[in-house]
């Protein structure tokens, strides 16, 4: 015979139900706000936690109370990420997430995703970093992210203006994902064979390569600056070229490279462009990152703690 659910069984149904349809834009809020998809991953699972202790029966809106705890949570999380920072060795980047199965990773628009943005972000404060998020990704009103952050109205209309300026005066205008894809084909055929002509044919005059080892052995620990210094850069091991497998892959929307040495992932490379040539070439050599970036597909379709 059937057996009916209890009340009880029923109620925790529903709220796996909402949370499972949320999770992608639960985490896409937290990743935007922290640069970090494990960081992102432990966020949502606190409020998973919450969301089964509430009272759901008192909630009118599911969406904004998932949102709203998240975006609390993640700002918590930023801020003291950005003391941990302080100690980091070398250049800091997020970790790479893959977008392949979902690239626009649970927003409504897919800005504030690309790598080299999500490290201009890191410039502003959390607060100022969630609202942008919020506004320009998930297209939340003014008045619900202030709501959400517990601020007034026209507070929250100057924060978002400020975070626009901010970021406007160094992000620069990308090229689309074709010719990104092109560049960054470009760029790794010109280092694997050395031909440091056709690396700074590449690259614009003031291009910067970082590289986040966190005081791993081979990552550069401070900015290498110049056309001619990247390029001389991404050749001066030819033994780095010669002993790895080459993967292409899919990380915040634009295309990127897995290096596998030994079988094993070991570096993330991708490239920031505008029509005046690749300005950034950004390599994530930090194991922990690397294992993050080869789980983020399978870890973000999951509900956590079921």
Known sequence: ??????PAESALDDAVAVFVELRPRLFGIAYRV????????DVVQEVWLRWQRTDRSVVVSP?????????RLA????????????????PWLPEPVDTSADPELGAQRAEAL???????LEKLTPTERAAYVLREAFD??????????QLSLVNVRKIVSRARKHLAADQRETVDTAVHRQLLEAFVSAAQTGNVASL?????????SLSDGNGIRGAARVPVLGRTRVANLATATRRFWGVVDIRPVEANGRSGVLLYRDGRPSTFMTIAASQAGIH???????PSKIAAFVDSCSRHTTVPGT
Do not use: C, H
């Open 1 to 6: 015979m059937d057996l009916k659910s209890s």
């Open 34 to 41: 922290l640069g970090s998809a494990v960081e992102a991953e």
């Open 63 to 71: 969406v904004a109370f998932l949102s709203s705890t998240t975006t």
């Open 75 to 90: 700002i918590n999380v930023a801020q003291s990420a950005r003391v941990r920072r302080e100690t980091y060795i070398g």
């Open 114 to 120: 690309e790598f080299a943005l999500l490290l201009i």
């Open 140 to 149: 939340y009103t003014y008045a619900e992210i202030a709501e959400m952050l």
């Open 200 to 208: 700074e044919a590449l690259l614009a005059p003031d291009a910067v």
């Open 280 to 286: 950034q070439v950004m390599w994530v050599f930090n």
